[in-house]
């Protein structure tokens, strides 16, 4: 299996329907940070995604997830807390809460957080 970091592989990064993956490493170094300080396997809801696909998922015309800035991680429910946590001490600029999964993201707008 091909791995972007030390925790994530590329197949559980890449578009589900049509497997492109082009993941910043700036954004997968913030999100190995992540993993490291949680300590817990996260899985990952959604990570890259073609334009197409974030249409599908009624995504943002400017999704950081069509430039590989940006993933969501799935809510671990005993974690929550230490999780949102985290995002936040780690200055990702975009901090999404929802019920059963979150989402992260590095571009350019600094510390944006919404409820989806
Ligand atoms: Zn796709
Ligand atoms: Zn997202």
């Known amino acids: 299996m091909e791995m972007l970091t030390r925790?994530?592989?590329?197949?559980?990064?890449?578009?589900?329907?049509?497997?492109?993956?082009?993941?910043t490493s700036e954004f997968m170094t913030r999100l190995q940070t992540f993993r490291d300080l949680l300590r817990v396997p996260v899985a990952i809801a959604s990570g890259f995604r073609c334009e197409a696909h974030n249409r599908e998922v009624g995504g943002s015309p400017?999704?950081?997830h069509l430039t590989g800035q940006a993933a969501d991680p799935v809510?671990?429910?005993?974690?929550?807390?230490r999780?949102?946590?985290?995002?936040?001490?780690?200055?990702?600029?975009?901090?999404?809460?929802?019920?059963?999964?979150?989402?992260?993201?590095?571009?350019?707008?600094?510390?944006?957080?919404w409820g989806y």
Do not use: W
Request: charged residues 25%.
């Open 7 to 23: 925790n994530f592989s590329r197949d559980e990064m890449a578009c589900p329907c049509c497997g492109a993956c082009d993941m």
């Open 62 to 64: 400017e999704s950081m």
């Open 75 to 81: 809510i671990i429910p005993e974690q929550r807390h």
């Open 83 to 113: 999780m949102i946590e985290l995002a936040y001490k780690l200055e990702f600029s975009g901090v999404g809460l929802g019920k059963s999964k979150f989402h992260l993201d590095t571009g350019p707008v600094r510390q944006r957080s």
